[in-house]
């Protein structure tokens, strides 16, 4: 094999009014191609109103191993969630 | 509200056969419920439309920062300034998923940034008055991010699909912020008579002008019939208001304090509260730039914007020196 086609990564959004999806990748030669075998890879069921492609090398991904450092902070800020607050039930709406 | 002045196409709403094919097809799929998404083709009204509804909503996000970010150094435990300083922070995240939603639409950063510091932009008349004691920080979670929950709950059905996805967001946050207003709220009321004396204080300044977050009566407003039609704007101001009253009245008085308006008072025929209006001249003046802190606010917006010039240059200096030398390398 000389030169591997990328590869890229597919992103469909399945209804109106949702965010685009991950739902897999795949290799192309081109954004073009990429495009068209998502349409055919990922949509045959008609799952898909819009497709975004995207070249996997273009994603920034965080590591597996600072998920420690990356996401610990924020499980100490229990303040953060509104249960966090005693409001009585005699008060409504709130 | 957030935003409160947004002038729409100015003219009443085309009915259906008086539209040419596509802004037929356009209104078609906004009246089934569907959403319009970035690609899409949509009248330039529309687009025009809500660049500045989203861009006055983000700016009102970030200024609103303001009278919060005032009191969290005189936090009065660590534990309230670390709340305080989430929910501000919260604030910031805020602008940035409204700023970004505005950006799909063609809309740069830099130019809302730009109108917002030239003082082109509007933003909450809300955000002019000033934070002056500590159960403030209580009356703006309970009544201001309170009459906020009340506008941005339908926001999250409206027509653009970018907006109502970064509303479901920041209403999932917003909970937080008027229940700790809340809790400030009981805790003053219920602490000691100076204490409870601060948090009247404090209602008696923020009631009219959180009813003003709603905007002047809209129900004959040609701009608020067109943002209906497109449904970008869901309710009328007048029926939020007395929503918001009609929840906040059996709060306050929960909390022993008296709302400042003697007309205020259960109405058994319409099952409403009725209440006075706030003073619209007053709001006339705070938006248009003559309110008590608008000076303040932009210039702490200016000034941070400027302190920040040199680091924002060499943070892409540093880039674009960094993959120079990447290139330099393959
Ligand atoms: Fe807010
Ligand atoms: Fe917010
Ligand atoms: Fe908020």
């Known amino acids: ?50 497709i975004w492609v ?41 | 509200m957030y935003a409160q002045q947004v002038e729409s196409t100015g003219s009443q709403p085309k009915s259906l056969n008086k539209m040419n094919p596509k802004e037929r097809a356009f209104q078609e799929r906004i009246d089934r419920g569907e959403r319009i998404e970035p690609k899409d083709w949509m009248p330039e009204g529309y687009r025009k439309t809500l660049v500045r509804q989203m861009g006055q909503h983000a700016h009102s996000e970030i200024v609103g920062q303001l009278p919060e970010g005032n009191w969290i150094g005189r936090a009065p435990t660590l534990e ?12 910031a995240g805020h602008g940035l998923y409204l700023y970004s939603a505005a950006e799909t639409l063609g809309k740069s950063r830099d130019d809302m940034t730009k109108e917002l510091l030239s003082g082109r ?29 009340m506008n941005q709950v339908p926001l999250q059905r409206t027509s653009y699909g970018p907006y109502a996805r970064a509303m479901v967001r920041i209403c999932k946050e917003e909970s937080f912020h008027q229940r700790q207003g809340f809790d400030i709220m009981m ?18 300044r923020f009631w009219y002008p959180s009813l003003m ?18 449904k970008i704007k869901i309710n009328f101001n007048d029926e939020l208001r007395q929503k918001f009253v009609n929840q906040t009245a059996p709060q306050a008085k929960y909390l022993g304090l008296k709302i400042p308006d003697e007309n205020l008072k259960w109405n058994k025929k319409t099952e409403q509260y009725d209440f006075s209006e706030p ?52």
Not at chain 2, 121 to 135: E, G, H, R, V
Not at chain 2, 194 to 204: H, V
Request: glycine share 6%.
């Open chain 2, 279 to 330: 003073d619209w001249k007053e709001f006339f003046e705070v938006i248009s730039g003559n309110g008590p802190c608008n000076i303040e606010r932009l210039a702490a917006r200016n000034k941070a914007w400027d302190d920040g010039e040199w680091f924002r240059e060499g943070l892409m200096a540093n880039a674009s020196k960094q993959s120079k030398a990447m290139n330099a390398k393959d």
């Open chain 2, 213 to 230: 977050m709603f905007g002047p009566s809209d129900s004959e407003s040609v701009h608020s019939a067109q943002s209906m039609a497109w």
């Open chain 1, 1 to 50: 094999m000389s030169i591997e086609s990328p590869l890229w990564e597919v992103f469909i959004r399945g209804q109106h009014g949702t965010a685009h999806r991950h739902v897999g990748s795949l290799h192309a030669s081109d954004a073009e191609t990429a495009m068209n075998n998502a349409r055919d890879v990922y949509t045959r069921r008609n799952e898909g109103l819009s």
């Open chain 2, 121 to 149: 932009a509007k933003y909450s008349s809300i955000f002019n008055y000033p934070t002056l004691n500590w159960a403030d920080m209580g009356a703006v979670g309970w009544l201001v991010d309170g009459a906020a929950i």
């Open chain 2, 187 to 204: 805790k003053m009321s219920f602490g000691s008579k100076e204490q409870k004396a601060m948090a009247q204080d404090s209602l008696n």
């Open chain 1, 54 to 94: 995207v070249p996997s090398n273009q994603i920034i991904a965080s590591s597996p191993s600072q998920k420690g450092s990356m996401f610990d902070p924020s499980q100490g800020k229990i303040y953060r969630h509104p249960s966090f607050y005693d409001i009585p039930k005699v008060v409504k709406k709130i």
């Open chain 2, 80 to 91: 309230r300034k670390a709340i305080l300083l989430a929910k501000v922070q919260d604030e």
